[in-house]
């Protein structure tokens, strides 16, 4: 009984040492401070006028909420109108990109808060007058503007921005970065969830 006793008293006080000097495990994520807080992804619709026209593209992403104001994703839009520009005789022309999406929304918990964003990815215009029928370009999206959680699991946000279309083939195909960079304006519907505050 003594000797039960005794090891019962032993396993004890070896337990509680090991509390006393346990330690957490240091991983990257803990030892900056990021913490994954939530999921989102959605659809968008932005509006942009290019030559005279206004051309409508639609788009949809998807990414991860980093301490319930950053994030990062990735995305796509395709040009729903056919795009005419008077410098070639395609008949039209459609454009589509995708890229990484980083953005940044402070005091998101707030029934309406403010968003910024930027998209950099590729894509390419097609069409028949082009010479291969594509011309491949790079894209640069900044936008800001502001968003609204109407339940914990939807978002609607109304942005403003500028896209930058670069590395067109002027040479070839006539068509010139400026022919295609423009001001737009759009709206995000937004679903998933995040946790935590």
């Not at 396993?11 to 401070?33: H, S």
């Not at 939807?154 to 500028?162: E, K, L, P, S, T």
């Not at 067109?168 to 998933?192: H, R, Y």
Request: aromatic share 14%; with cysteine.
């Amino acid at each position: 009984m003594k000797k039960s006793a005794f090891a019962f008293i032993l396993m004890i006080c070896c337990l509680a040492t090991t509390n006393i000097f346990a330690q957490k495990d240091e991983t990257l994520f803990n030892k900056t401070g990021i913490r994954i807080s939530g999921g989102w992804g959605g659809g968008s619709y932005n509006i942009t006028r290019i030559g005279d026209e206004n051309i409508l593209f639609r788009g949809g992403y998807g990414g991860v909420e980093l301490n319930k104001s950053i994030f990062l994703g990735w995305g796509g839009y395709e040009s729903r109108d056919n795009i005419n520009l008077e410098n070639i005789e395609a008949a039209s022309l459609n454009m589509n990109y995708n890229g990484f999406i980083a953005g940044y929304s402070p005091n998101a918990y707030k029934a309406f808060h403010p968003q910024f964003m930027v998209m950099v990815g590729g894509g390419e215009i097609n069409g028949d007058g082009l010479t291969g029928g594509k011309d491949k370009i790079t894209v640069i999206q900044p936008s800001a503007g502001f968003e609204i959680n109407v339940f914990r699991w939807f978002r609607v946000g109304v942005n403003g921005g500028y896209r930058v279309v670069t590395n067109t083939d002027t040479n070839v195909n006539q068509i010139s970065d400026s022919d295609l960079s423009a001001p737009f304006g759009e709206i995000k519907l937004k679903f998933g969830w995040s946790w935590g505050r």
